[in-house]
């Protein structure tokens, strides 16, 4: 078939369901989606290509497509990139920012979508692998036995070690029982091994005790290799041409085939706004210079690991590993002579103090230990990686000893992560930018522990744009990446420029409006403040009083978004004793539980106002009732002191640009969109959307923010 035909196929599809669906009102803007997506993923030269051959160089096509609220924009991708790839022989590929859309395209959309296409397929989710249990890690906790061989207490980090000595002896205790009942409802069958099946998922802390991770995993050579869950679900990727995963492992496992090959699968990427910053996430690093017996630990493992097999290289490792030792207690020493005083200062802030360098300039003391620490990091490594791969070989010849080398294999496993961490931010750290290119962000933090100092380095590339186009996009063949906030202030050039699509000829962008009648089911109320909102003691005083006298109006469902902890301390404070019962407080209770007593709340006719912050002002879908009305507090500007942040804005001003025009207020008018969407979300909705911060109105860039909303009905309310 021609690249139209697969088009024009894979669109009448998308119509047979539209038709096929009880129920379901065509939306023009939902097929004019469609029709992008078709064409867009008939156009992709997938596979590989033999260009020395004289086949013609492969083709990429990628679009940008602003669905609006309402469009219904997963079925306008789901449908046509499904049927094209059962006709083209290849997958789906869907990432998303959130477990939210996960759930929905896996337990909703697409097995929906799987009754009405005429074709079958077979879809699966993808998560990582942290987000499955290793039974030999289970089992060893759960005080089973089973693992003891397997795993030695000295495979605890020696935080992690002295976090258990402090814990009182009953809530050990209460985690062995914990992890005991784990083990045996997973033996049972009454538990599949995945974390967020769970009914309560546990603290971030206890499950990584029980984690499954790469480093330590020997795959099919483990003695629990016929029960892992992992790598059931793997099996059920394989079999699958519609694969849902996250922005988070399609960056990480670039080129680990975990996923289906880039160049050979369409690729969709849902909640698109979120991937700039995920892609920074993901290539930013970090390294503890003041928790160093681990590297002791891993050097002993080595040496008498590399011993038992005769792998030669281990010669080194004891130079290694003693100047890893030194060189970081000297990098500790060093920053805080150099910025002790700076770091110590800031005793009273919220979380670690920090430290930015300037320009990502290191100062000249700093220089020589990272080098140091760099070479004798790679040394370190190279041995490791010999003694891995006499590991896997010995594996391979003798079946029969795969408990004993599994062993052998975590305890190595369990810590060389560490040791490829530090590597990659000494290298980081060392980067120098040529004249006019652009640094990366480097910074110092202090934690105090007890007794006990910590000074961590980071680093972090500043422009996610060249991250994603230097890893991502030189990767892949054809690509959609949608989401209802992609413009910002009215254009698409932000996002472009973020997601490293600026200037691509493969690149198209498409804008649907949603269908909603926004000037009719909406208003946006302008209340102004006296007081301006750079002066935050006064504003928040003045915003507090406004707030308190309009949400005493709510009759059913609302939603009030803070920009800061301290203001919604101030607002919970302030409120009159007979409407604390009113309010539910984001982190007062689990996410799922305040959002049920909301709903029960609105429900049973009761008025029902969540206080929330950032994470509460994107993908939360309360409609009619629900959400009645939305109160901004302040204009959502990202914090002052984000080191990445800083770094950028440095960088823009020596090159004689404009960071708060260019970076801030374009990122503002994205986040500000989606705290505005959580107001309408059916085409029967009626709601308020309140914003306390006069320079919405006031201000030129505030017209700009404006720019970018949707057409509600303005009004304007002056200080009482």
């Not at 370190?380 to 990686?385: K, V």
């Not at 109006?553 to 302030?574: C, D, H, I, K, P």
């Not at 001003?653 to 969109?673: M, Y």
Request: net charge negative; charged share 25%; aromatic share 6%.
């Amino acid at each position: 078939m021609s690249s139209t035909e697969w088009a024009q196929a894979a669109l009448q599809s998308f119509d047979a369901v539209v038709r096929a669906t009880p129920g379901f009102r065509s939306r023009g803007g939902q097929r004019r989606m469609a029709e992008q997506v078709a064409q867009t993923f008939s156009q992709a030269t997938l596979g590989k290509v033999d260009e020395e051959a004289g086949e013609a160089a492969p083709t990429r096509s990628i679009a940008v497509i602003q669905a609006g609220t309402g469009v219904g924009k997963s079925l306008a991708y789901c449908a046509p990139a499904i049927a094209m790839a059962l006709s083209r022989g290849t997958r789906v590929l869907i990432s998303t920012a959130t477990v939210a859309l996960q759930e929905q395209l896996v337990n909703k959309d697409l097995p929906a979508l799987a009754l009405l296409l005429p074709q079958p397929f077979k879809f699966a989710l993808a998560k990582g692998r942290g987000r499955y249990v290793c039974k030999l890690k289970l089992d060893r906790l759960a005080g089973t036995g089973e693992a003891e061989e397997v795993m030695d207490d000295d495979l605890f980090a020696e935080e992690e070690a002295a976090a258990r000595a402090k814990r009182p002896r009953q809530e050990t205790e209460a985690r062995i029982q914990f992890y005991s009942a784990m083990s045996q409802t997973l033996g049972k069958g009454g538990w599949d091994g995945d974390r967020d099946s769970l009914d309560t998922p546990p603290e971030p802390e206890v499950w990584s005790a029980v984690a499954a991770e790469g480093a330590s995993c020997t795959g099919k050579h483990c003695p629990a290799f016929s029960q892992c869950t992992y790598y059931d679900k793997r099996k059920e990727l394989i079999g699958a041409q519609v694969i849902v995963a996250n922005h988070d492992l399609l960056l990480s496992s670039l080129g680990a085939r975990v996923l289906p090959e880039l160049d050979n699968c369409l690729l969709v990427l849902d909640e698109a706004h979120h991937l700039p910053a995920t892609a920074l996430d993901q290539f930013a690093c970090s390294m503890d210079l003041s928790r160093v017996t681990w590297i002791e630990r891993l050097a002993s493992r080595g040496l008498r690991i590399g011993a038992l097999l005769e792998v030669e290289e281990i010669a080194d490792i004891p130079k290694h590993s003693g100047q890893l030792r030194q060189t970081l207690q000297d990098l500790a020493r060093i920053v805080m002579d150099v910025y002790g005083p700076a770091l110590k200062s800031q005793k009273d802030a919220w979380g670690p103090a920090r430290v930015r360098v300037p320009r990502g300039e290191l100062p000249e003391p700093v220089i020589a230990p990272l080098g140091l620490l760099a070479a004798s990091a790679d040394g370190f490594l190279e041995a490791l990686r010999a003694i891995s791969k006499s590991l896997r070989a010995e594996m391979r010849d003798k079946p029969d000893e795969a408990r004993r080398l599994s062993t052998l294999y975590a305890q190595i496993g369990m810590l060389a992560p560490r040791l490829e961490e530090l590597h990659a931010t000494a290298q980081l750290l060392l980067q120098d930018a040529p004249e006019g290119a652009v640094p990366a962000a480097k910074w110092f933090t202090l934690e105090v522990e007890g007794d006990f100092i910590v000074v961590k380095a980071h680093a972090s590339p500043i422009l996610p744009g060249t991250t994603l186009r230097n890893h991502l996009w030189s990767a892949v063949r054809g690509a959609v990446l949608t989401s209802a906030t992609l413009t910002s202030c009215g254009h698409f050039e932000f996002f472009m420029r973020e997601s490293g699509l600026h200037g691509d000829a493969a690149a198209t962008t498409l804008e649907v409006p949603s269908p909603f009648d926004y000037a009719a089911q909406g208003t946006l109320i302008a209340a102004e403040t006296r007081a301006d909102p750079k002066n935050a003691a006064q504003f928040t005083a003045e915003m507090v009083d406004a707030l308190l006298y309009d949400i005493a109006n709510v009759e059913y469902g609302a939603l009030v978004l803070f920009t800061s902890r301290e203001q919604m301390r101030q607002a919970v404070e302030a409120l009159p004793t007979a409407m604390r019962s009113v309010v539910l407080v984001q982190n007062a209770l689990p996410r799922t539980q305040l959002l049920k007593r909301h709903r029960e709340r609105v429900a049973e006719g009761q008025p029902s106002v969540i206080f929330g912050m950032q994470s509460f002002g994107e993908g939360l879908d309360l409609p009619g009732r629900l959400c009645e009305s939305v109160f901004i507090t302040k204009l959502p500007f990202a914090p002052p002191d984000d080191p990445v942040g800083e770094a950028r804005a440095e960088w823009l001003r020596a090159v004689g640009r404009d960071p708060f025009s260019e970076l801030v207020v374009p990122a503002t008018a994205i986040r500000l969109a989606q705290w505005v969407g959580r107001a309408i979300r059916t085409e029967e909705d009626q709601a308020h959307v309140y914003c306390y911060d006069k320079r919405l109105m006031n201000t030129s860039y505030g017209q700009r923010l404006l720019k970018g909303l949707p057409p509600f009905a303005l009004e304007q309310r002056r200080p009482r």
